[in-house]
């Protein structure tokens, strides 16, 4: 095992919204900028539509399984934006103003959602994201709209990043895009860092930090095997002025703990408040019948749905739970969308089975009527009850598999407070769902791998108090001048909403800090503050493998 030392101005962990947006904006900057991407580099070509081993689909995906609550994530160039349902609310007035569980409010008194609007303004112009219109919704998010409004409730398409024109509703977006219609981070912001300079290296997962002499950071790293993620080659290390952690919410705060030895005590939250983004699923199984007679729908062809696989999700969500007046962990969304076969047909459980809920005779029954599937996805305020125990000794988890799946250190233990809110929110899907017979709701089961959730946040969030939070307002790891994090992990608190838009308002927000952090630290760079163009294809984003 051989191992390398380099130097570089800015050394990104992770290429997510968080690394991504770091990348771009210190390299226009005129910084020298290395990006360590533990996952590898696709292109749209790249991308499979199937569920084989070894495919597109478990190459990119991360799947993490933690006592009481797992994890699915993004391990590619571009992050969870290769892999996400291009989703882009933004998040609730309310949510900027959430006390939890420590009693008084967890967002720096910096940001509320006033000031962090111009900031969704320019990731909405980067992306770009769009408002969608009726005319534009396939069938299914028509059918939730259906449905809510027969049972009296709004409903409305949802902002997202998708350019419908290029867009053929194939449904196979989360295994990544082939046709470039979905508008990851390999289409702007990091063939923009490319441009400027900036070195992207797959296959390259960050094990700790250690401190060099100058006042910098040492980050020391291992190569991952293309085929084979539980095989790791040759160490190597990179010196860096500063540091920008954005490994994700579940990868993140085990690389902070993991470096303690080397770098000295960590802040307490560090690896404390997970949020999985109180979210819950809910798998329910049309009357086909009953879709044409009760709401009078019907296809081309003749059949009143039958059309699970065809679209794209969500594009529909029912927002009449966002309500400020209503009490903390009462409030959620409810939105359509498309969960592939796979976990979705593994864990979604009969209700009324005489026998096992989630296997046997009457699961294989559901199965046979998968087309007329549709799943409703929850995202309420849970307690930020996720604690991180001991990390592994390489990589965020243990790994099981050649790919994907791995076990991880995270528990996470719902408190009241996170079950009266996934209470509510599945009598809410039944009631939408269930009335006058149009469908009977399959919930998922929570008892193979624990509660789940895509939109992992907050283990090293931001906050005023240090106490309770691990970075400032400036994003900055207290204790540590030159560390900063700017993931999802650093948001304190569900939002409610998918939250891939908030994570990157937030990274763009804190881009004029980090900078000047840079230039404190010897570094001729500058906030230019410009947009990256448009890259018309991911095929031109890839660049050869270091």
């Not at 609550?69 to 933004?90: D, E, H, K, Q």
């Not at 103003?97 to 959602?113: C, K, L, Y």
């Not at 679209?311 to 309500?323: N, Q």
Request: proline fraction near 6%; charge should be negative.
């Amino acid at each position: 095992m051989t191992e390398n030392t380099e130097s570089t101005d800015v050394l990104v962990i992770g290429s997510g919204f968080g690394g991504a947006i770091a990348a771009y904006h210190l390299a226009a900057g005129g910084a020298k900028v290395v990006v360590l991407e533990r996952g590898p580099w696709l292109s749209g070509d790249e991308f499979d539509h199937d569920f084989k081993l070894g495919s597109s689909y478990t190459r990119v995906f991360d799947f993490v399984v933690g006592d009481g609550m797992s994890i699915l994530s993004g391990n590619c160039v571009g992050g969870g934006s290769v892999v996400y349902f291009a989703t882009m609310p933004r998040a609730p007035r309310f949510v900027f103003e959430r006390q939890g569980s420590i009693g008084r409010r967890m967002w720096p008194a910096s940001i509320t959602r006033e000031t962090l609007d111009p900031w969704y303004d320019r990731v909405a112009e980067a992306l770009p994201v769009v408002k969608a219109s009726w005319d534009t919704v396939p069938y299914a998010g028509g059918l939730w709209a259906a449905a809510c409004a027969h049972a009296g409730r709004t409903a409305n398409p949802v902002p997202s990043a998708i350019d419908v024109a290029e867009c053929t509703n194939c449904n196979w977006m989360m295994a990544g895009c082939k046709f470039d219609a979905k508008k990851s981070l390999l289409l702007n912001y990091l063939p923009g860092a490319v441009a400027h300079g900036a070195e992207i290296r797959p296959l390259h997962e960050v094990q700790h930090l250690s401190r060099t002499d100058d006042g910098g950071y040492r980050v020391h790293y291992r190569i991952v095997d293309e085929e084979d993620y539980r095989i790791l080659h040759d160490a190597g290390t990179i010196d860096a002025k500063i540091v920008i952690v954005a490994a994700g919410a579940g990868a993140t705060p085990v690389i902070l703990q993991r470096s303690e030895p080397t770098l000295g005590r960590m802040p307490h939250a560090v690896g404390r408040y997970f949020s999985g983004n109180g979210e819950r699923l809910n798998t329910a199984v049309f009357d086909e019948e009953k879709v044409r007679d009760v709401l009078g729908l019907e296809r081309e062809d003749g059949q009143a749905y039958a059309a699970n696989q065809i679209g794209r999700g969500p594009v529909v969500a029912s927002w009449d739970k966002l309500d400020g007046s209503l009490p903390e962990h009462e409030r959620y969304s409810l939105e359509q969308l498309y969960f592939p076969p796979g976990l979705g047909t593994i864990l979604a459980q009969v209700s009324d089975a005489t026998g096992p809920t989630w296997f046997g005779a009457e699961k294989k029954e559901m199965m046979r009527r998968w087309q007329s599937w549709l799943t409703i996805f929850t995202m309420s305020e849970d307690d930020n009850e996720g604690v991180f125990g001991e990390p592994p000794e390489t990589g965020n988890a243990h790994r099981i598999s050649q790919q994907m799946l791995g076990s991880g250190p995270l528990s996470y233990q719902p408190t009241e407070n996170t079950l009266r809110g996934w209470a509510l929110s599945d009598a809410d899907v039944k009631d939408i769902v269930e009335r006058d017979g149009l469908a009977k709701v399959m919930p998922w089961t929570n008892d193979v791998v624990g509660a789940y959730t895509v939109h992992p946040l907050s283990s090293c969030r931001i906050g005023d108090d240090p106490e309770t939070s691990a970075l400032d307002d400036r994003h900055e790891l207290r204790g540590h001048p030159g560390i900063f994090v700017t993931d999802g992990s650093a948001v304190p608190c569900g939002l409610t909403v998918n939250p891939a838009l908030t994570i990157s308002a937030l990274a763009e927000r804190a881009m004029p800090g980090i900078v000047r952090a840079l230039q404190e630290r010897g570094v001729d760079v500058t906030y230019v503050g410009d947009l990256p163009e448009h890259a018309p294809s991911s095929r031109i984003a890839v660049s050869p493998r270091s």
